[in-house]
């Protein structure tokens, strides 16, 4: 046999073998965002050879497979159930089957279900591993234009809006590109809730990535909650925001009372002036009231 034969040969033994479907292991495998096209070949090969798949929703998952004329056995693991399911599917893990962990779309245990089925088999010694694919908050970031160097995910962010408020204040000090996940109807909220803790950095709204109508808007929070009073925002959205810079800082070296003095002289009320400077500074307004009553 030539060198390049049999290094040939070498290669096909090798990937075979890391490519065997194992026994008593979890596989957490990542499906399109959009486009069917990218679900990988070991993908489909894991979920034609494990003995099970567990699914976000055991309805798009049937259709995912039944497109791929993969017919395999399913049970249902999501939000509600986990806790009794993942017991279910540990048991049979250690009794030597194998299972596929599918969500709705996208990387399993990325604001999906599969974070605690992932530790319940951590606890327990049961294998897990990973068939890689799309992830909608990578993708955006990749697509953002904005610093991917260093990155903070932080998933849904809607809420009560107290509490969305709160962590958007606390937030704002980030000096990491910043990703947000978003459902439509709560994008006009959030972006106004962005645009008064963060004032006007750049953004990239990724929207429907990979798909038909794929969309991605680079611009400033003050222009996108223009944009968006106007047009109903619709599809799913990956919000890509721009880390907080040192010339934000600018007041880095003055006191409270000078700060919101530097405001009021840019014309600005006491009442707007004290919520820019909480805003700058990642505080409740109150705090600022109280410091500057208290002068
Ligand atoms: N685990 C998934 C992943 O790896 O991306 C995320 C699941 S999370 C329940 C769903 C959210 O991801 C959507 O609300 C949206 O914010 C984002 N997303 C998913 N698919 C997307 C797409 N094609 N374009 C933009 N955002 C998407």
Redesign the pocket.
Known sequence: MSGARERDSMYVKDSELKNKTEPGTLYLV?TP??NLSDISERALKVLREVDFVAAEDTRNTGKLLSFFGISKPMVSYYQHNRAERGEAICRRLEAGEACALV??????????PGEELVKQCADRNIKVTFIPG???????LALSGLFTGRFAFE??ISGAKSERRARLSELSAEERTLI????PHHLRETLKDLYSAFGDRKIAL??????LN?EIIRTTLGKAVEYYGEIQPR????IVIEGRREEDRFWASMTVAEHVRFYMDGGMTKNDAVKAVARDRGVKKNEIYMMVIEK
């Not at 969500?103 to 999906?112: C, K, L």
């Not at 799309?134 to 955006?140: E, K, N, S, V």
């Not at 990724?206 to 798909?211: A, I, S, V």
């Not at 599809?235 to 990956?238: I, R, T």
């Open positions: 990542a965002i959009g969500t709705d779309a996208g990387t399993p245990a990325i604001s999906d799309a992830c909608a908050a990578i993708a955006g998933g849904f947000l996940y978003e459902a990724c929207r429907e990535l990979t798909k794929e599809g799913e959205y990956v």
